[in-house]
């Protein structure tokens, strides 16, 4: 069992009659992170969203007028032209080298069906997304982790991604920002990665999920992607996280090597056949017109991030926390001090009573005294008091020491 594995076991089960790790029998991982499709509690601190956009925001947005007459056929399997024309202007590639999907994590799994064979290695940085391990996992990759600390800030370890890599590694798979924790990976060391892989893993593809790229803080400019930084890098985005669209299930890969860009046409072809041409059409429109959403949920954010930051400091006593580079999430961590395991264990009881959700660093590889927060996706007058209830919550959980 690996130490990823291991902390599902730790996780905390909000459904008594989900399964457990012990019980689950399917080609994928069970990890409770499935709960937030189920539970929206009214001081939800675990999404890592923007704020939702709306249908009716969408429709206000120029560039949708003839949308009655859209014909509801089959799209085409690399992508509908028109998206992925606006998604190249956004990554500065070409629109050949985009291949749509439906979310990254679909993109991912289909990188690691074509990309690794029986006996083929996968490097993954941890905590992670959890679909990030498991669709690689489904895929049937042997996946090596690298577990990024937190005393680190979750920085990069170069020299341990060398030991890791071998002849046999066949795709390196990390978040920039990443998932729990919103912290960028710089061009510097993508490039001393590359470096790496070509002394080391001459075969393998580098991976980088850049899906909370755009959600800067207030008037700071989005990174470039790394797309066309190198043929072996491949990137994988989404209208879900930054531009707050998950329900249109819409993200894309950007692949320079037009022999596995025909391979992952192929695999979407023969497992979902097509994007949905209504989703494409939307997610199109959205993305021509990104800056202008973009701006009113980065201000939104910036505010967002100073209250938080305000209320870390107020308790520091009893957290610690990694400020996020990007993105509406970051990781909080119990102090070991304040609280023992059983404490720990109460926190997590707790949270109910407070009407409180939050995201357990079990979930993505990190210790369950580690928790994602999401400080975008509620109201900002919501904010405040989900704070405090949390506030409340550590309270308790201390009282029961």
């Known amino acids: 069992m690996t130490s990823f594995q291991a902390n599902y076991a730790t996780g905390q089960q909000s459904d008594s009659d989900s399964p457990t790790p012990r019980e689950w029998g399917g080609r994928f991982p069970y990890n409770e992170i499935i709960s937030l499709l189920d539970v929206n509690r009214r001081f939800n601190l675990a999404e890592s969203t923007s704020q ?20 509801l056929g089959y799209g085409k399997s690399a992508g509908a032209i028109e998206l992925r024309e ?28 074509e990309a690794c064979r029986p006996g083929d290695e996968a490097v993954l940085m941890t905590p992670c ?21 937190f005393e680190s800030g979750y920085r990069l370890d170069l020299d341990e991604i060398d030991a890791h890599l071998t002849p046999r590694t066949k795709l390196v798979s990390l978040a920039s920002p990443q998932n729990p924790n919103g912290v960028q990976t710089s061009r510097a060391d993508i490039e001393r990665l590359l470096v790496l892989l070509e002394k080391r ?24 992607s790394f797309a066309g930084l190198h043929p072996r ?29 025909s391979r992952l046409t192929v695999a979407k072809m023969n497992t979902v056949i097509s994007g949905s041409v209504l989703d494409e059409t939307l997610a ?15 201000r939104l ?8 930051a305000n209320w870390c400091a107020g308790e520091h006593r009893r957290v610690e926390w990694v400020r996020p580079d990007a993105g509406a999430l970051c990781c909080l961590r119990l102090r070991s001090d304040v609280f023992d ?52 919550t550590l309270d308790a959980a201390e009282q029961r020491r």
Request: glycine fraction near 10%; charge should be negative.
């Open 201 to 224: 893993s001459p075969e393998a593809i580098l991976f980088i999920d850049e899906t909370y790229r755009e959600a800067t803080y207030g008037d700071a400019v989005a990174a470039d």
């Open 284 to 298: 199109a429109v959205l993305l021509r017109n990104r800056e202008g959403v973009l701006a009113a949920r980065r």
């Open 52 to 71: 939702d956009l709306t249908l009716g925001e969408l429709l206000d947005l120029p560039g949708l007028e003839a949308i009655r007459d859209l014909k």
């Open 301 to 308: 954010l910036a505010g967002a991030l100073e209250e938080l």
């Open 341 to 392: 395991d059983a404490a720990v264990s109460g926190f997590w009881d707790l949270l109910p009573r407070h009407d409180l959700q939050l995201a357990s660093g079990a979930w993505f590889g990190e210790s369950s005294r580690v928790f994602r927060l999401g400080f975008g996706y509620l109201p900002p007058e919501r904010l405040g008091p989900a704070l405090s209830a949390l506030s409340a």
């Open 86 to 113: 606006a998604i190249a202007e956004a990554c500065k590639v070409p629109a050949e080298q985009v291949v749509t999907t439906q979310g990254t994590a679909l993109g991912l799994f289909l990188l690691g069906l």
């Open 129 to 149: 997304f959890p679909p990030s391990r498991d669709s690689l996992v489904g895929a049937g990759a042997k996946v090596r982790e690298i577990k990024l600390s």
């Open 233 to 261: 890098i491949v990137t994988g985005a989404s209208v879900s996280k930054a531009l707050g669209a998950p329900g249109l299930r819409t993200g894309w890969l950007t692949v320079a090597d037009p022999d596995l860009r």
